[in-house]
């Protein structure tokens, strides 16, 4: 018979808090685990190892849908990675749009920062660009 777990040993061996962990369940990341004749929800090491995989991939900036495409590939390890290459792929292309709007609003945050240094809130230029986005150097940010 395997180990059967509780859900405060399983927070505490993935670092997943509790209520994180029944979200997972509803959202369906997580298959709802058994129950103890007390109604308690026990998990194996299966779901211990999942909700290892999920923390990780969230750590990495995964969506919860594409988390869930993820888990669906795994779980078919006779399958092409290609799918798998395809939402991996996907997340680089939006990190990689998060990094280019996070460079826009850097140096724009910087550009009033350096030209802001005035006696007066009056003449301040952090005020002033924040009072109208026109005296932005970048539409989006």
């Known amino acids: 018979m395997s180990r059967t ?7 505490r061996e993935t670092g997943i808090k509790v209520p994180t962990i029944r979200y997972y369940e509803e959202v369906g990341l997580l298959p709802s685990p058994a129950r103890t004749d007390s109604n308690r929800r026990s998990y194996d090491a299966a779901a211990v190892q999942r909700l290892r ?6 750590e990495l900036g995964f969506e919860v849908e594409a988390i869930r495409q993820l888990l669906t590939l795994s779980d078919q390890p006779e ?7 395809i939402i991996a792929r996907s997340h680089l292309a939006e990190i990689d749009e998060k990094i280019a709007k996070l460079t826009a609003l850097r140096s724009e945050v910087q550009r009033m920062v350096d030209e802001g240094e005035h006696g007066r809130v009056a003449e301040c230029r952090v005020i002033e660009v924040l009072g109208d986005h026109g005296a932005c150097l970048h539409e989006r940010h």
Request: some cysteine; aromatic content about 4%.
């Open 5 to 11: 777990i509780p859900i405060g040993t399983v927070s």
């Open 53 to 58: 995989f999920i923390r990780h991939a969230r």
């Open 79 to 85: 399958r092409s990675c290609a799918d798998v290459d």
